[in-house]
T-cell receptor, first 110, second 112 residues
Framework: SQQGEEDPQALSIQEGENATMNCSYKTSINNLQWYRQNSGRGLVHLIL?????REKHSGRLRVTLDTSKKSSSLLITASRAADTASYFCATDQNDYKLSFGAGTTVTVRA | EAEVAQSPRYKITEKSQAVAFWCDPISGHATLYWYRQILGQGPELLVQFQDESVVDDSQLPKDRFSAERLKGVDSTLKIQPAELGDSAMYLC??????????FGNGTRLTVT
């Protein structure tokens, strides 16, 4: 079963704009991770945020975590065509087994 | 950068036939995972190995699926007999300790 749910399911933006997607989950977690998947390829890890952290940055990525609301957001700033992909949140419930959401498909238009 | 290797990249099989997928994790990674990803959905864990031992196979349909990692290195996932509903991407991933997962590019299975 999938613990995380991403919102929106799909997002289309112009190059240079920011993209924001959200993830909600149901039970307490040890950490939450975001992965990217290009069409027909495997998933690539982007960023990990632990349950005691509220915000984390990596390059053009910014992740927030609100454990009281059981939600996280991923912000991609100054988007590029190469950012076109599906983005998945995954939760680790203290057992090193990740539960993935259904993903947000992001299309960046040139 | 080291990668998780999977083969074949694509597999088309008829229902009721047997099919097998192979995965070679990153060297030194003790934990290996097999995930199934149906088109438009997120990956779902089928089986998790720690070295050669199965840690979790609660979501593996054991009447038709089997997985092994005999020497604690590479792994094989088998389906026999394949059913139409098995059409999906089968992803292998590995990690060491509690580090993030490294995924292979998967095997795309089509059952006709």
């Amino acid at each position: 079963s999938q613990q995380g749910e991403e919102d929106p399911q799909a997002l289309s933006i112009q190059e240079g704009e920011n993209a924001t997607m959200n993830c909600s989950y149901k039970t307490s977690i040890n950490n939450l991770q975001w992965y990217r998947q290009n069409s027909g390829r495997g998933l690539v890890h982007l960023i990990l945020i632990r349950s005691n952290e509220r915000e984390k940055h990596s390059g053009r990525l910014r992740v927030t975590l609100d454990t009281s609301k059981k939600s996280s957001s991923l912000l991609i700033t100054a988007s590029r065509a190469a950012d076109t992909a599906s983005y998945f949140c995954a939760t680790d419930q203290n057992d090193y087994k990740l539960s993935f959401g259904a993903g947000t498909t992001v299309t960046v238009r040139a | 950068e080291a990668e998780v290797a999977q083969s074949p990249r694509y597999k088309i099989t008829e229902k009721s036939q047997a099919v097998a997928f192979w995965c070679d994790p990153i060297s030194g990674h003790a934990t290996l995972y097999w995930y199934r990803q149906i088109l438009g959905q997120g990956p779902e864990l089928l089986v998790q190995f720690q070295d050669e031992s199965v840690v979790d196979d609660s979501q593996l349909p054991k009447d038709r699926f089997s997985a092994e990692r005999l020497k604690g290195v590479d792994s094989t996932l088998k389906i026999q007999p394949a059913e139409l509903g098995d059409s999906a991407m089968y992803l292998c991933a590995s990690n060491g300790g509690d580090s993030p997962l490294h995924f292979g590019n998967g095997t795309r299975l089509t059952v006709t």
